[in-house]
């Protein structure tokens, strides 16, 4: 038990700390620490520590939920780089936007949008992959969408 505890620990140490694309790279790091485990231990251990994928440049790399909630910046500098950083598909049913992302990341940038600029919408709501953002009308749900695209760039889905 404290060996997991103590190799989880330092996962996310090493997650903080360095550019890892792949769980090869972790073992590797890992094992130069002098802890070893199998690449299904560390995509286990991945999973369990709710660790996601973020593009960063040209590159996929591993952070912590608490990484990304940690970007740097204010307001609408923290909505781009979070929307940036995950795979983001908006969708439409009525007078609600479905923000959809990767596993975990619905708290995360449902709170992106509450401390934006943003503000047309009536509220938003987080499960775990999708946030409903809940308007009032049709032309407020355009409005918002129109700066959200002026915020983040165009192109998302």
Known sequence: MADRTHRRDLIRELVSSH??????ELVALLSATGVEATQATVSRDIAELGLIRVVRGDVHTYTTPEGLARVS?????????????????IGRSGLILLVKSTPGTAQILAEAIDN???NEQEGTLAGDNTV?????????????????DELTGPGLR
């Open 132 to 148: 409903l953002v809940l308007f009032s009308d049709e032309e407020r749900m355009e409005r918002w969408r129109a700066r959200l």
């Open 116 to 118: 934006s600029s943003l």
């Open 73 to 89: 910046g204010a307001g609408d500098e923290r909505l781009r780089r979070v929307f940036n950083d995950l795979q983001v598909s």
């Open 19 to 24: 550019e890892i694309t792949a769980q090869a």
